[in-house]
């Protein structure tokens, strides 16, 4: 347990500075590849939740319905999703990315990792398994 409100913004500040580092890095990527960030966290959605269905991605996505159905459209035009009939119930449509689709968000995942693999591989080994363990151990409980 943090004790002490000086350990609790410490960690804000550096869970901020975390976030802060790779959203700037992302998004000056995102320009060089031609896609807005909130078309990124769709696209990731879908990523690590093939078959989503609109309203799923909507729950997940924290935005109303009418911006994740028209960032949807706008992502299937572009050929980087597509929209497919559930076997189960015809009546629900599943998002999927496309190969396009699959092969932009593993470029833009590849080039986060690298930000976080070379900061990490600037410090101690045992440092880096502490931190990954913490982190583990962090989200757990989120």
């Known amino acids: ?7 609790w913004v410490k960690l804000e500040r550096n869970l901020r500075q975390i976030e802060l580092f790779l959203d700037q890095k992302t ?54 999703l597509s929209r497919e009939r559930r076997s189960d119930d015809r ?19 590849k080039y986060r990792y690298s930000l976080i693999r070379n900061i990490l591989e600037g410090m101690p080994a045992e440092s880096v398994s502490s931190f990954v363990k913490i982190i583990e151990e962090f989200v757990s409980h989120v």
């Open 1 to 7: 347990m943090i004790e002490g409100k000086e350990n």
């Open 27 to 80: 998004r000056r990527y995102l320009i060089l590849k031609g896609i807005s960030n909130a078309r990124f966290i769709l696209l990731v959605e879908v990523y690590f939740n093939p078959g989503l269905s609109l309203t799923e991605l909507y729950e997940k996505m924290c935005v109303t319905l009418s911006t994740v159905s028209n960032l949807t459209d706008q992502l299937v035009i572009s050929g980087l």
């Open 91 to 109: 009546r629900v449509i599943e998002l999927n990315l496309t190969k396009e689709g699959h092969d932009l968000l593993e470029d833009i995942l």
